[in-house]
């Protein structure tokens, strides 16, 4: 890199460690946390953070680890995040840590050669107190991008001073607030998972999944005039499709979308939906009905470290665990 552009990039780093970001009032922030749906209660603590943090003018923010949020694939947790972020007036950064490599823009800790994470993030969203959020935390599989995450972590839970080698240039990392979230807690580095804040995401309630997917219906009818996706329809989606979280479900809206855009272009009548039932059994997902295994088979997959149940609750719409003489030992409906 020429001298120029280091010295530019000095001067946008020096212009972003100058400007720090608050929200106007905690009633905007709780006003856009009441627009997203489900984790009433993670809402209503970061509130109270988000209080401490608007009193003290941005010198004060009340937790000391990483704050990781931990649910099962599906569940929202990094559009939860940036909510989260938005509801502080902040600007945010999501790393994916599945299959992380440095980049020539930075790595974790940095060096003589290239910006760490933090000056990086500072520098691109022009504040010096940036959300950054390191998605799929227990997909950080090398171990020296998992050693420069934990040594980063200490530093973070301890408040120290961060010095970027690239900048040579003292960062406080308390103005920096992160967030990871994780899928598969058990798959998380051990010495790592000592140094995060893990709160544990429940599923959305029934009523939850009908509104968010009632939202996104709108969306989609928005654009196509003769499009009605009825309340019914999502009943019939969450009759059809069991899974926590929404995911799935979500993808049949978009598959709704685009099953009328092909009956359009074939200028055909869209009318797919008035048998809607039979239309998302055929169209769909594969889903069976059932699914059985047996008990030998059971604790095979669980030396090997599989949770069987959990996985067949994902796929199927039953799963059925038998013993001998065929008698039913557990059922996941």
């Known amino acids: 890199m020429s001298g120029n552009n280091k010295d530019q990039e000095k001067k946008e780093l020096e212009t972003a460690l100058n400007n720090l970001k608050i929200i106007d009032s905690v009633k905007k922030a709780e006003n856009r946390l009441n627009e997203h749906i489900g984790f009433e209660q993670e809402k209503e603590t ?30 929202g947790k990094t559009t939860f995040v940036h909510a989260l972020a ?24 940095g060096d003589e050669s290239k910006p760490s994470l933090v000056a990086w993030a500072i520098k ?30 200490k530093k973070y839970q301890s408040k120290e001073k961060f010095t970027d080698k690239y900048f040579q240039k003292e960062i406080e990392l308390k103005h920096i607030t992160f967030f ?23 599923d959305f309630t029934r009523d939850e999944k009908k509104a968010i997917l009632r939202l996104k219906a709108d969306g989609v009818q928005k654009s196509y005039q003769e499009l009605i996706i009825s309340d019914q329809n999502i009943e ?37 939906m008035k048998n809607f039932q039979i239309w998302i059994k055929n169209n769909v ?37 038998k013993g001998d003489n065929n008698k039913v030992l557990y059922e996941e409906k």
């Open 46 to 75: 970061f509130l109270d953070h988000i209080r401490v943090y608007k009193m003290t003018n941005g010198n004060f923010w009340p937790v000391e680890k990483v704050i990781c949020y931990f649910s099962a694939p599906g569940m």
């Open 86 to 109: 938005e509801a502080m007036g902040r600007k945010y950064e999501t790393i994916s840590l599945s299959g992380f490599q440095e980049t020539d823009e930075y790595s974790i800790l």
């Open 124 to 153: 691109k969203n022009g504040c010096k107190n940036p959300v950054i959020l390191l998605d799929e935390l227990e997909k950080a599989e090398d171990p020296k991008v998992q050693q420069e995450l934990l040594e980063l972590f």
């Open 180 to 202: 990871a979230t994780i899928n598969w807690i058990d798959d998380l580095n051990r010495e790592l998972k000592e140094e995060i804040e893990v709160t544990e995401l429940v």
């Open 236 to 272: 019939e989606i969450l009759n059809y499709v069991k899974e926590i979280g929404i995911r799935q479900s979500e993808r049949v809206l978009y598959k709704i979308e685009e099953e009328y855009i092909y009956y359009k272009n074939k200028n055909k009548k869209p009318d797919f």
């Open 285 to 321: 997902f594969p889903y069976q009905e059932e699914f059985q295994i047996t008990l030998k088979h059971y604790l095979l997959f669980s030396l090997l470290g599989i949770n069987f149940v959990f996985l067949a609750s994902l796929i199927f719409r039953k799963f059925i665990l």
